[in-house]
C-alpha cells in the first residue's frame, strides 16, 4: 500500500508528535507526518509520495538524521536530478555540506543535473577538490564547442567499433574465407548503416564469429540469425 | 539449464527500415513486456511480425527455446554510452533529461509491480524523436510504445540532437525482458 493512500486510509496512522502543516498550504490541512524511516528513503516510489504529501522542505528537515549511511545519502543526491536542486543546494549550504565527506554523493548529482547557480559554481570553485575546477572550467566553455568535443569523441568511436569488426571478423573466421572476401568485408563495413553498426557492435563481442555470420553480414542471404543460449552459447545465422 | 534465448534479425531489403530484432523469451516474460508497452512505460516497442511468427512455425523453430515469439525494433543506443560522454564533455542538459527518464521508467515499473530482473544502464536505451511528430503523436494517442517508426522522423545519433537539440525529444526506453516479471 501507498504511503499516501496509507495516511488517506488511516492504516499506520501514529498519533505521532510530528504534526506540521502539509505541502498544500492554502486548504490549511493538518496531517500527521509519517517518521522518516529508511525504509521509505531507499524506495524511490515511497519518497515521491512522502515529497508529494509533506514537501519537500520537510523531507530534507527530516532526512538530517539518516546521512551517516552511503546508500541513504545517495538516494538523497538523486532528490537533484527529480527537480529538486535548488533546495538539495540551500540544504546542503544549510547544514555546511560542502566540502566533506559526502561530496560525490551530493554534489556529482547535483552537477549532472545541470545545476549551475551562482552559489553552486562559486563553492564548486573554492573547494579544494580540482575535479569541480575542471567542471567548472569545462561549464564555461561555449555549448558548440562542448558538442565538437562531444562529436569528435563519438565519432571516433564508430572509427573503434568498426575497427574491432574488422578484428574480430579476421580474428574468427576461417583465413581463406576471410582472404577471399576481404574487398567485400571493407564494403559491407563502410556502408552500415549507424543502427546496424551499434547492432554489430553489441552482438560480435559475445558472439563467435563464423562462416554463417559472415555470410549473413555480407548478406549472402536475406536474413540473419543469431541464436544465443545462456550456458552454452551458440549461433546461427541465415 | 537453458533459460534463455534471443533471435536477431536483421532486415536487409528496405534501408528505410529499422533493425528488427527477434526476442524468444519465457511466456510469463513476454507477459510483462506487453503489459509494461501496454501500459505506455517507455520500453522497446512490439511489432506485429511476432504474431505471425507465433502463429505460423517455420524452420527455425526447432532451434528455439523459450515459449513466445516477439519482434521490436532497434529502438536507440544504450544509455551508458551516451551518458559518459556527455558528462565528460559537460553537456549535462541531456545528460539530466534522460536521467529523469530513466528514473521515472524505474519508478513506474516498481509501481506496477514489475521487476525487471536486470536493470542496469546497459537496458536502457535513447533515441531521438523529432519534437512535432512526437508532442503530435502523444496527444492524439498517449503512448510511446506505439509511435510509428519513420527514419526521417527519428534518429539514435545524440549527434544530431546535440546540433539541433530544440528539434527533437530525447526518449528513453527500457529493453531486453527476458528475466521480467511480476511480483
Request: hydrophobic fraction near 40%.
Amino acid at each position: 500500500m501507498m504511503l499516501a493512500t496509507q495516511l488517506r486510509t488511516g492504516v499506520h496512522y501514529s498519533p505521532s508528535p510530528h504534526l506540521k502543516m502539509t505541502a498544500n498550504t492554502k486548504e490549511k490541512v493538518r496531517q500527521p507526518i509519517e517518521p522518516l524511516s529508511e525504509k521509505i528513503i531507499l524506495n524511490p516510489v515511497l519518497v515521491k509520495d512522502y515529497i508529494d504529501t509533506f514537501g519537500i522542505e520537510t523531507f530534507l528537515d527530516q532526512i538530517i538524521g539518516f546521512c551517516n549511511n552511503a546508500p541513504i545519502v545517495q538516494r538523497i543526491g538523486v532528490l537533484a536530478n527529480l527537480g529538486y536542486a535548488q533546495e538539495l543546494w540551500e540544504w546542503m549550504m544549510d547544514h555546511g555540506k560542502i566540502d566533506f565527506e559526502y561530496n560525490f554523493l551530493l554534489v556529482n548529482p547535483l552537477i549532472q543535473s545541470g545545476f549551475s547557480s551562482d552559489s553552486f559554481i562559486s563553492a564548486l570553485e573554492a573547494s579544494k577538490n580540482s575535479n569541480f575546477h575542471e567542471y567548472v572550467k569545462l561549464l564555461r566553455l561555449p555549448y558548440q564547442e562542448r558538442v565538437a568535443r562531444f562529436t569528435s569523441e563519438w565519432n571516433t568511436g564508430i572509427e573503434n567499433k568498426k575497427d574491432k569488426l574488422r578484428f574480430y571478423l579476421r580474428r574468427y573466421c576461417n583465413p581463406q574465407l576471410y582472404a577471399q572476401y576481404q574487398s567485400e568485408i571493407e564494403v559491407r563495413i563502410s556502408n552500415l548503416t549507424y543502427e546496424e553498426l551499434i547492432f554489430y557492435s553489441n552482438v560480435y563481442t559475445r558472439a563467435h564469429i563464423s562462416e554463417s555470420f559472415l555470410a549473413g553480414f555480407l548478406k549472402k542471404k536475406n536474413v540473419i540469425v543469431k541464436m544465443f543460449i545462456k550456458n552454452g552459447e551458440s549461433n546461427l545465422f541465415f | 539449464m537453458v533459460n534463455q534465448t534471443f533471435f536477431f534479425k536483421i532486415d536487409n531489403i528496405d534501408p528505410a527500415k529499422p533493425v528488427t530484432l527477434i526476442h524468444v523469451l519465457p511466456n510469463k516474460s513476454a507477459a510483462v513486456w506487453l503489459k509494461i508497452v501496454e501500459q505506455g512505460i517507455p520500453a522497446a516497442p512490439i511489432s506485429q511480425e511476432g504474431h505471425r511468427l507465433n502463429q505460423s512455425p517455420n524452420k527455425l523453430k526447432h532451434f528455439l527455446i523459450g515459449d513466445k515469439v516477439i519482434t521490436s525494433r532497434f529502438c536507440g543506443v544504450a544509455m551508458a554510452d551516451v551518458m559518459t560522454l556527455l558528462e565528460k564533455n559537460g553537456l549535462f542538459d541531456l545528460y539530466a533529461t534522460i536521467n529523469r527518464q530513466k528514473e521515472s521508467i524505474v519508478k513506474a515499473l516498481k509501481k506496477a509491480n514489475i521487476n525487471h530482473g536486470h536493470l542496469h544502464l546497459g537496458n536502457f536505451v535513447v533515441e531521438f524523436i523529432k519534437k512535432d511528430y512526437y508532442h503530435q503523436w502523444m496527444q492524439e494517442n498517449g503512448n510511446i510504445n506505439h509511435i510509428p517508426f519513420t527514419r526521417e522522423k527519428s534518429t539514435s545519433n545524440p549527434v544530431e540532437y546535440l546540433a539541433q537539440p530544440d528539434s527533437y525529444e530525447a526518449v528513453v526506453r527500457v529493453i531486453d525482458f527476458d528475466l521480467a516479471k511480476e511480483v
